[in-house]
């Protein structure tokens, strides 16, 4: 959950302060120089064997007998150590799997048997902790609450992974219980796990709530990563980390197993390094699920390989519309934007101005509405099946209190609590407000589509990464873009569109639902094109 999307309930004046306050949170102090030896050491000369290394790269290796996917995975595991546990401690990683490496001894094994399942056969991925793994690791969404939750089974996305031959690291940190617990938290922190670092700068923030997943790939502790999404949740962390980010279509991956936000706007997707590694991940996941009824709607419209619209010329000819308030923002922003516009147009694609924003104002008020009531029902429907003593919202919010220094040391709980006093999902307020955000947005993101002749909608995913300020909270670091994908439950895809002040930014395409092949297109076209992924450097603060 992207956070920054609901501030206006909290305090515009707080907001105010918060900003001022963050913009000197940059300047070098006595408690930071500690850490700047190890970090620039880091930062000089970060010699990774795998460092930027693809899925078909390693695929290459294993095939050629250079690497296991035991090596591969001791490499990962050897990584997580020196710079996540120690060094620089990024702290990406909130519990690593005792299994992984049987998981890639057995795929050793098959492989030499001349069985190799897929793309994904004996490939490393971390995944986001709030995602059920019915094995030897916890699922806590974050949380002291749930820290005696050992899922029964895996989540159907899980079992995907399995069955495709990937080797589960871990878990990554989260923003806790998805950035849905206060209007003051701050991102990429949890009870449990504690504060995530973004590995360009280390004193900002990998933004909210995939924030360990997006740490963790950028950093390179893993091939590919899993993160969720309500509004953000994916695009924001792979934007300040410049990644790869997908938020497929609400149905194209089940949510069956992942600890819920919003039934309506949720889904979890891949967060890469690149457009290919993001289109086999989002292929090798996808399938009806039962328990997820969302996933009926994509039989039929689900393609088992992505990788076939990853054409460097898929720019030829398209129509893309440019959200207009995007081109008057930060000024390092917005001339990374119109980098990113001419080098489209090089391409071949038509770019023109729209206002969707302006359009979609009035309906974004009832999206707030629409997450409390949706999060009281789907949290207390996940606990049914939880192996926790924690068995509702209300048990969630008593465990804070009672434990209220280490659960809640910096930030309280009202978010939960506003949720808690919401009745069903029979309530007026509910069927009306959700009536407004899902199916009000579809129309609007469709009219647009077809009043332009759009192929999609582009614009900034958001702002540089913030400064961690676990006093005052999250700011607002302008123009984002999240929103109307995710409220729709549309796709969207994040692209690297280059770096502001040495902090990455993202270009964001989306369109209307099950277009995920169409945008992928797009968005690998502008990859190849302008190639902005760069890798992080771990500078200790903005002035090293």
């Given at each position: ?388 003593k924690i068995k509702t919202l209300t048990d969630v919010i008593a465990f804070n209190k009672q434990n209220e220094a280490k659960a809640m040391p910096f930030f309280k709980q009202e978010t939960l609590e506003l949720a808690q006093a919401k009745g069903d999902l029979n309530s007026k307020e509910y069927l009306d407000a959700v009536k407004q955000t899902n199916a009000g947005t579809r129309k609007v993101i469709d009219d647009m589509l077809a009043k332009y002749k759009l192929d999609a909608i582009i614009g900034t995913t958001n702002g540089p990464a913030v400064c961690i300020d676990l006093v005052n909270g999250d700011y607002d670091n302008g123009f984002g873009f999240s929103g109307p994908a995710a409220m729709a439950g549309y796709p969207h895809i994040t692209v690297p569109m280059g770096l502001a002040h040495g902090l990455p930014v993202g270009l964001s395409f989306f369109s209307t639902a099950y ?30």
């Open positions: 959950m992207h956070r920054r999307n609901f501030l206006k309930t909290g305090s515009l004046a707080g907001l105010t302060i918060s900003t001022l306050v963050a913009a000197s949170c940059n300047q070098p102090s006595a408690e930071n120089k500690a850490d700047d030896t190890v970090a620039s050491e880091n930062s000089k000369d970060d010699i990774f064997e795998l460092s930027e290394i693809t899925i078909t790269d390693l695929q290459q290796k294993m095939q050629s007998k250079q690497f296991t996917s035991r090596l591969i995975t001791e490499l990962y595991l050897k990584r997580i150590d020196q710079i996540d546990k120690k060094g620089i401690m990024l702290n990406a990683v909130i519990e690593l799997n005792k299994d992984a490496l049987n998981m890639a001894d057995a795929m050793d094994r098959e492989r030499e048997k001349g069985k190799v399942r897929g793309a994904l056969h004996g490939i490393p991925v971390l995944i986001k902790d709030n995602i059920n793994t019915g094995d030897n690791m916890h699922t806590t969404a974050g949380s002291l609450a749930l820290a005696d939750n050992f899922a029964k089974q895996d989540a159907f996305i899980v079992h995907k992974l399995r069955e495709a031959g990937a080797v589960i690291l871990g878990k990554t940190n989260l923003s806790e219980w998805a950035n849905f617990r206060s209007t003051h938290s701050t991102s990429a922190w949890s009870s449990r796990g504690g504060q995530t670092k973004n590995p360009y700068i280390l004193d900002r923030n990998p933004s909210g709530s995939s924030a360990g997943t997006g740490t963790a790939v950028a950093a390179n502790l893993c091939v590919i990563g899993i993160g969720t999404e309500t509004n953000g949740s994916i695009v924001s962390p792979a934007s300040v980390n410049g990644l790869v980010g997908i938020k497929p279509t609400v149905g194209l991956w089940s949510r069956s197993g992942i600890i819920p936000i919003s039934k309506t706007q949720d889904t979890a997707g891949p967060m890469t390094r690149t457009v290919k590694d993001a289109a086999i991940l989002l292929g090798a996941l996808t399938g009806i699920d039962t328990l997820d009824l969302a996933t009926l709607g994509s039989k039929g419209k689900v393609e088992a390989d992505y990788t076939k619209f990853l054409d460097v010329n898929g720019l030829q000819g398209k129509r893309l519309g440019v959200e207009k308030s995007a081109l008057n923002d930060n000024p390092a922003v917005v001339a990374l934007l119109q980098d990113a516009i001419k080098t489209l147009k090089s391409k071949g694609a038509e770019v023109v101005e729209i206002e969707l924003n302006k359009e979609l104002k009035t309906i974004n008020n009832n999206e707030f509405t629409v997450l409390l009531y949706e999060f009281k029902d789907g949290l207390n429907q996940y606990f049914v099946n939880a192996n926790s277009k995920e092949g169409e945008i992928i297109k797009l968005g690998y076209a502008y990859e190849q094109a302008s190639k902005k992924r760069v890798t992080p450097l771990f500078k200790p603060d903005l002035f090293a």
